[in-house]
């Protein structure tokens, strides 16, 4: 197969001459040509696009009426890649080897793991805010409690001397 580079050149060099050429037989034998390599090159490109190996995930889908994940489809892409069917051979052998069993089956394994995970993290959560619920009243209790203590000291007939024992003891036993 010639480079790339080397088509490139060829194919300038292709699309120039006719024009160089007045109207000689030689001006029409070379546009037949190109004509003729541009139709083969396109061709063959098409050829490599349809004859393709890879198969996407929609297209397995549309070929098994199988909605699948990408991870799961993943692992599907490299048994088709190990072997040598192509995509309808294989996507017809895989469906009769119980392919779409064994992937919903795991598909109901992961939705149960799933499923289970969510659950614990909702317990925790419930945990947490039962745990945070707990210390908010713990913690008004005992506001309420220092400001009881706080309006009794205040409506004694107290010097300042005394009141400011009373308050600097109450700061020392909020510490």
Same mark, same amino acid.
């Given at each position: 197969?010639?480079?790339?580079?080397?088509?490139?050149?060829?194919?300038?060099?292709?699309? $120039?001459?006719?024009?160089?050429?007045?109207?000689?037989?030689?001006?029409? #034998?070379?546009?037949?040509?190109?004509?003729?390599?541009?139709?083969?090159?396109?061709? +063959?490109?098409?050829?490599?696009?349809?004859?393709?190996?890879?198969?996407?995930?929609? @297209?397995?889908?549309?070929?098994?009426?199988? +909605?699948?994940?990408?991870?799961?489809?993943?692992?599907?892409?490299?048994?088709?890649?190990?072997?040598? $069917?192509?995509?309808? *051979?294989?996507?017809? #052998?895989?469906?009769?080897?119980?392919? +779409?069993? @064994?992937?919903?089956?795991?598909?109901?394994?992961?939705?149960?793991?799933?499923?289970? !995970?969510?659950?614990? !993290?909702?317990?925790?959560?419930?945990?947490?805010?039962?745990? /945070?619920?707990?210390?908010?009243?713990?913690?008004?209790?005992?506001?309420?409690?220092? /400001? *009881? @203590? $706080?309006?009794?000291?205040?409506?004694?007939? $107290?010097?300042?001397?005394?009141?400011?024992?009373?308050?600097?003891?109450?700061?020392?036993?909020?510490?």
């Amino acid at each position: 197969m010639i480079g790339y580079e080397y088509q490139r050149d060829i194919i300038i060099w292709l699309i $120039l001459l006719p024009f160089q050429l007045k109207n000689s037989p030689e001006k029409f #034998v070379i546009l037949k040509i190109l004509h003729l390599y541009l139709q083969y090159d396109y061709n +063959i490109n098409t050829l490599k696009t349809e004859n393709s190996r890879d198969m996407t995930q929609q @297209e397995f889908e549309q070929r098994t009426g199988f +909605i699948t994940t990408p991870e799961l489809y993943a692992e599907i892409e490299a048994e088709y890649m190990a072997s040598e $069917l192509d995509k309808d *051979k294989f996507c017809k #052998v895989w469906i009769k080897q119980g392919g +779409i069993e @064994e992937m919903s089956n795991r598909m109901r394994g992961q939705i149960f793991t799933l499923r289970q !995970e969510l659950a614990e !993290e909702q317990r925790k959560r419930v945990a947490e805010r039962e745990h /945070a619920d707990k210390e908010l009243t713990a913690a008004l209790t005992e506001a309420n409690a220092y /400001a *009881k @203590e $706080l309006a009794r000291i205040f409506n004694m007939k $107290l010097g300042s001397n005394e009141m400011r024992a009373m308050l600097n003891k109450l700061i020392a036993e909020y510490k």
